[in-house]
Structure formats: C-alpha cells, structure tokens
C-alpha cells in the first residue's frame, strides 16, 4: 500500500514537472515572438533614423558649394573632406576652370597629400631641345645641359602615380599641349590641369584665398622654394630656401646643394611647399615626392609674387587677357587633349 501511494505521488509529480514544462515553453514562445516583434520594430526605427541621417548627409553633400565655404573661412570638417575624396576618387578629367581652383585648394584644406606641376611654352622649348632665352624671369637655356633637359622630361609623367597632378596649357595653345605630351608617359585625364588655373580669371579670388591661407593657424607647415628678391614679410613660412634668377643655366651647382636640404624638409611630415622655380619646379617636385608623398607639393609659379615680392610680373595675367579668361574642360586621348565645345 505504501509503495502505491509512492508511486501515486511520483506519477503526479511528473504530470505536474510536464505541465509546468508545458506551461514554460508556451510562456517562453510567447515572451519570444514579442521578443521578436520589439526587436523588428527596433530595427525598422533604427534603420528609419539611418536612412533619414544618410538622406541629410546627402542633401547636404549635393549643396555643399566649396567657393562659398572657402569664401567664408569655413573650416573643413571630416564630412566636407570626405566629399572632396569622393570628388578625387571619381574624377575623370579636370572640373570647369573656376571650378579647378576651388578644387585645388580643397585639397589643401583637407590636408589631402598631393603634388601639382605646371608645364607651358619655356618647359616646351627646353623638352624639344629648343633655345629661349626668356628675359622677364632671367633664364635662358641653349640646349647645353641635357641631364636637366631629361629630368624636366621624365617629370612630365609624374602623374602616373596618383594625386599627382600635370597641368598643361589651355585651348589657346593647342600647339604647345600636344608637344608637352608627347614627351609624357601619362595617358589617364584624372590627373590633368590647367596650367594657368592660378592666373586670368581665377586670379583675383586666388590672391585672397591665399593671403587668408598663410596667415591661418590651422594648416600645414610651409616651405618656401622661391625667388630670392624677396621684399616681403615671409614669416609664414617655416622655412625659405632662395632660388638665384637664373637657376636653369645654374642648375648642377645648385642641386648639389639645394636637393638634399630639400629632401631633409620634404623627410618631416605634414609639410607643404610652395615653389616658384620657373622649369626647376617641376624638377624638384617629382624628386621630392620620391622622398615623400604625404606632403603637398604646388608648382605655384608666379602667382605667389604679390606674398613674396608685393607685385606680379605677369600683369598680363592677372585679371586675365580676354583669350584666356576660360579654358573648356579636355581629356587625353592617346596623349592628345581633345577639347569639349
């Protein structure tokens, strides 16, 4: 009788551990499908508030309009310098002529490392192995020094390497671009500029960005490479290493000097040079971003004149002759510039 009674218990003891198995599960399914339905409802909102920021963050984007931001001293925040990467990395060939410039120094703002040479008639000469002697800067070149006759040569494909940009002349000289280019090993536009996007019509608003840039505390250290007749307060600059007028006929003594305090400069990070070294410039540039490439390097020529000297010797230039206040956007095509109408 006793063990029946046991037996009895136990058995009802089960029934009861099932039941409340039973019940447990059922109450689980139930805390788990409002679980689940809490969790969606999450997401939906989550992603809703997603969707919403990523629609600001392009309106804002598509308004942003980078003359006006340079204009107003904005500094560039991470959001702005992410969509000047955007515009780097799906660049096909150079914007519109206002619109390079704006470019150009947002690169500088952003602190994006780049390098940036110009090449127009006197480089042309010097490449085709052609005399000029060109007296508003004080050089000359008669065809006697090769060795720079061929570095000027191969810095004209500095831009196989990325960032680094080869700005030609313009529509008006069709003649000189195609020359220039046919010594050059670059084929791809992305990197392609004006030669004179300082100058003419984007002259007037280049001055005052600039002035604004050398005075401001939130960049980069400069290193000037410039004419010596310097008769301007340049205590901008980090550092100045003069170049003697004549530099291409004085060019291999030069160098010898001149290269590695360069390369000790270009060694440090976070620097930016300005150079102004008629054809040299180009010379040194691509030698520098060879020690280098995470600095930024422009071939500014003499549209830094009025910060080193307080007058421009191209007064031709500066608000820009009426043949040259625009250039049309151009890509190559096996080395030729092929011009948009």
Same mark, same amino acid.
């Given at each position: 009788?006793?063990?029946?009674?046991?037996?009895?218990?136990?058995?009802?003891?089960?029934?009861?551990?099932?039941?409340?198995?039973?019940?447990?599960?059922?109450?689980?399914?139930?805390?788990?499908?409002?679980?689940?339905?809490?969790?969606?409802?999450?997401? *939906? &909102?989550?992603? =809703?508030?997603? @969707?919403?920021?990523?629609? $600001? #963050?392009?309106?804002? %984007?598509?308004?942003? +309009?980078?003359?006006?931001?340079?204009?107003?001293?904005?500094?560039?925040?991470?959001?702005?310098?992410?969509?000047?990467?955007?515009?780097?990395?799906?660049?096909?060939?150079?914007?519109?002529?206002?619109?390079?410039?704006?470019?150009?120094?947002?690169?500088?703002?952003?602190?994006?490392?780049?390098?940036?040479?110009?090449?127009?008639?006197?480089?042309?000469?010097?490449?085709?192995?052609?005399?000029?002697?060109?007296?508003?800067?004080?050089?000359?070149?008669?065809?006697?020094?090769?060795?720079?006759?061929? *570095? &000027?040569?191969? =810095?004209?494909? @500095?831009?196989?390497?990325? $960032? #680094?940009?080869?700005? %030609?002349?313009?529509? +008006?000289?069709?003649?000189?671009?195609?020359?220039?280019?046919?010594?050059?090993?670059?084929?791809?536009?992305?990197?392609?500029?004006?030669?004179?996007?300082?100058?003419?019509?984007?002259?007037?608003?280049?001055?005052?960005?600039?002035?604004?840039?050398?005075?401001?505390?939130?960049?980069?250290?400069?290193?000037?490479?410039?004419?010596?007749?310097?008769?301007?307060?340049?205590?901008?600059?980090?550092?100045?290493?003069?170049?003697?007028?004549?530099?291409?006929?004085?060019?291999?003594?030069?160098?010898?000097?001149? &290269?590695?305090?360069?390369?000790?400069?270009?060694?440090?990070?976070?620097?930016?040079?300005?150079?102004?070294?008629?054809?040299?410039?180009?010379?040194?540039?691509?030698?520098?971003?060879?020690?280098?490439?995470?600095?930024?390097?422009?071939?500014?020529?003499?549209?830094?004149?009025?910060?080193?000297?307080?007058?421009?010797?191209?007064?031709?230039?500066?608000?820009?002759?009426?043949?040259?206040?625009?250039?049309?956007?151009?890509?190559?095509?096996?080395?030729?510039?092929?011009?948009?109408?």
């Amino acid at each position: 009788m006793k063990s029946e009674i046991i037996r009895f218990k136990n058995r009802k003891k089960e029934k009861n551990m099932k039941q409340l198995l039973i019940l447990t599960l059922i109450n689980f399914k139930k805390y788990f499908y409002i679980f689940i339905i809490l969790f969606i409802i999450f997401i *939906s &909102l989550f992603s =809703s508030f997603i @969707i919403i920021i990523h629609k $600001n #963050n392009n309106n804002y %984007i598509k308004n942003i +309009n980078i003359k006006e931001l340079i204009q107003s001293e904005t500094n560039f925040d991470n959001k702005i310098c992410q969509f000047i990467n955007t515009k780097l990395k799906n660049r096909k060939k150079p914007f519109d002529f206002e619109e390079e410039l704006c470019f150009i120094i947002s690169l500088i703002a952003c602190k994006i490392p780049f390098s940036f040479i110009r090449f127009a008639d006197g480089e042309n000469y010097i490449m085709r192995g052609k005399k000029i002697n060109v007296g508003i800067d004080n050089w000359n070149w008669d065809d006697k020094n090769q060795k720079f006759r061929e *570095s &000027l040569i191969e =810095s004209s494909s @500095i831009c196989l390497n990325p $960032n #680094n940009f080869i700005a %030609i002349p313009c529509k +008006n000289w069709f003649t000189i671009s195609k020359s220039i280019l046919s010594f050059s090993k670059c084929s791809n536009s992305k990197y392609m500029s004006y030669a004179s996007v300082f100058y003419n019509k984007n002259f007037e608003f280049f001055q005052k960005w600039i002035v604004k840039f050398i005075n401001s505390s939130n960049r980069w250290k400069i290193v000037l490479v410039a004419n010596s007749l310097v008769n301007k307060d340049i205590s901008w600059a980090y550092k100045f290493f003069p170049i003697p007028e004549h530099i291409v006929e004085k060019w291999d003594e030069l160098s010898d000097t001149l &290269l590695p305090k360069l390369e000790d400069e270009a060694k440090k990070s976070k620097m930016i040079f300005f150079v102004s070294a008629g054809p040299a410039a180009n010379i040194i540039i691509s030698h520098l971003i060879k020690i280098n490439n995470k600095n930024i390097y422009i071939d500014f020529g003499s549209s830094i004149e009025m910060i080193t000297k307080g007058f421009s010797t191209r007064y031709y230039l500066k608000n820009g002759v009426e043949s040259f206040k625009s250039c049309e956007s151009f890509y190559l095509e096996n080395h030729i510039p092929i011009y948009l109408e």
